[in-house]
Nanobody, 116 residues
């Protein structure tokens, strides 16, 4: 598996910003598709954004125009810049890695709480 360590969560007021980071180890990072998912209490885990090895991106409709995913292959790190946060963005955010050789891996999650 790929080891993933997230950071950057916290408490922010509505309209504020946070940047999540996820450092990966255990595989060739540049070949891995990386993503961010989230899970709110009582809800299923859902895709937020993902970025492929060629840096192409996909976003869930509910974050388009507000969140930006990016990667720094030199630092083995993927970022999620979250702007214009809403209370409904409150969830545990999980980093995800998809490696052809090692399969799917998950981080431990980081809590994001947006107050109204």
């Amino acid at each position: 598996q790929v080891q993933l360590v997230e950071s950057g969560g916290g408490l922010v007021q509505a309209g504020g910003s946070l940047r999540l980071s996820c450092v990966a180890s255990g595989s060739r990072f540049s070949n891995i598709r990386m993503g961010w998912y989230r899970q709110a209490p009582g809800k299923q885990r859902e895709l937020v954004a993902r970025i492929a090895s060629d840096r192409s991106t996909n976003y869930a409709d509910f974050v388009k125009g507000r969140f930006t995913i990016s990667r720094d292959n030199a630092k083995n790190t993927v970022y999620l810049q979250m702007n214009s946060l809403k209370p409904e963005d409150t969830a545990v955010y999980y980093c995800n890695a998809l490696s052809i050789t090692l399969g799917t891996s998950w981080g431990q999650g980081t809590q994001v709480t947006v107050s109204s």
